[in-house]
């Protein structure tokens, strides 16, 4: 197991590159501010950014973040693809420990001072987040029956 403290070895360079709101407009910007948001989100919500595996998260559709990284931080790629094979909790924070390895440093982000491309927000790829609308339904209907 990663503890979220794994990640305070990190802060100087979040603090350095994510920008105060947005995406920030350069390459590296981008890269911080979409890793900081797959961590920030599982330690505190329980999100992953692929749910169509094995580990379900909860309701926060994170997809794009991982698949703007595959395309755009080279090496990234090759860690989100582990969610295809991360069985348990444990499995899921040692893709982000990796990632935060990868990307969260210096001499990796110093290769990424360009302009910003694309957007973290909308990048279509392999990772998906799929919504259970059928559990939801099943909610919403039995709390309906109580109701008669």
């Known amino acids: 197991m990663v503890s979220w403290n794994y990640f305070d070895k990190f802060e100087e360079v979040i603090n350095k590159y994510m920008p105060a709101r947005g995406e920030g407009e350069t390459m590296a910007s981008q890269i911080v501010t979409a890793v900081n948001k797959l961590i920030y989100k599982w330690y505190n919500d329980g ?41 348990n909790y444990g499995d899921y924070e040692a893709i982000l420990r990796s990632l935060a390895d990868l990307c969260l440093n210096e001499d990796y982000l110093s290769m990424y001072n360009s302009p910003k491309q694309g957007t973290i927000y909308s990048c279509k790829g392999e990772f998906i987040f799929l919504e259970d609308w059928e559990e939801d339904c099943d909610d919403w209907e039995e709390e309906d029956d109580e109701d008669e």
Request: aromatic content about 20%; overall charge negative.
């Open 47 to 87: 999100d992953v950014y692929d749910n169509h595996y094995f580990l379900n998260g909860w309701c926060n559709d994170l997809s794009d973040y991982a698949n703007w990284l595959s395309e755009y931080a080279k090496g990234a790629d090759e860690i989100l693809e582990r969610i295809k094979r991360a069985y």
